[in-house]
T-cell receptor, first 115, second 110 residues
Framework: NAGVTQTPKFRVLKTGQSMTLLCAQD?????MYWYRQDPGMGLRLIHY???????AKGEVPDGYNVSRLKKQNFLLGLESAAPSQTSVYFC??????????????FGPGTRLTVT | ELKVEQNPLFLSMQEGKNYTIYCNYS?????LYWYRQDPGKSLESLFV?????AVKQEGRLMASLDTKARLSTLHITAAVHDLSATYFC??????????FGKGTKLSVKP
């Protein structure tokens, strides 16, 4: 099992450009999440999904959109990148069942720089 | 609104010493998670605590949960250099969401 994978691992964008980050999981998890991690800020939730075809806003959703057309994939889009979106982005997935409900499994991260 | 506070945020330890990291949270929850992150890497699950009084141990790390005090502790016994990392606690909120603390950066020196 690959677990949670993210594509790409690194990306440099210019202000105003758009891009999509792809997250894939092979654990049949219902829940998926997108976080950003900035120095001293911990992890902040951008958007999440509780199942195929459903998405919801997290703590810092502005400037991002998401889609979950298939259960195993969760896409994060930046329509018009800004320097404030320079960050490391992590995708995670979880399931509600025991023995470890909602334990999140994380992808390797995408380091995004917006110049 | 659920808030999660960790302290200390930075911890420099000598090898062989013991220390405790604290995780306080502001509203009722009976599910708490501890993660480890090495520099430049992703987060790795360490412990899942699902009830009041839960205690889990793995090697030199032991985690406990007191839901009445809204407090979890991560105790480090006889620290070794390999434990140097950033440790995060996360508290279950709702709809599958966890609220993360800001992390404790641990540095173990010889």
């Amino acid at each position: 099992n690959a677990g949670v994978t993210q594509t790409p691992k690194f990306r440099v964008l210019k202000t105003g450009q758009s891009m999509t980050l792809l997250c894939a999981q092979d654990m049949n998890h219902e829940y998926m999440y997108w976080y950003r991690q900035d120095p001293g800020m911990g992890l902040r939730l951008i958007h999440y999904s509780v199942g195929e075809g459903t998405t919801a806003k997290g703590e810092v959703p502005d400037g991002y959109n998401v889609s979950r057309l298939k259960k195993q994939n969760f896409l994060l889009g930046l329509e018009s990148a800004a320097p404030s979106q320079t960050s490391v982005y992590f995708c995670a997935s979880s399931r509600p069942t025991f023995p470890f409900p909602y334990e999140q499994y994380f992808g390797p991260g995408t380091r995004l720089t917006v110049t | 609104e659920l808030k999660v506070e960790q302290n200390p945020l930075f911890l420099s330890m000598q090898e062989g010493k013991n220390y405790t990291i604290y995780c306080n949270y502001s509203t009722t929850s009976d599910r708490l998670y501890w993660y480890r992150q090495d520099p430049g890497k992703s987060l790795e699950s360490l412990f899942v605590l699902l009830s009041n009084g839960a205690v889990k141990q793995e090697g030199r790390l032991m985690a406990s949960l007191d839901t009445k005090a809204r407090l979890s502790t991560l105790h480090i016994t006889a620290a070794v250099h390999d434990l140097s990392a950033t440790y995060f606690c996360a508290v279950y909120q709702s709809q599958g969401n966890l609220i993360f603390g800001k992390g404790t950066k641990l540095s173990v020196k010889p």
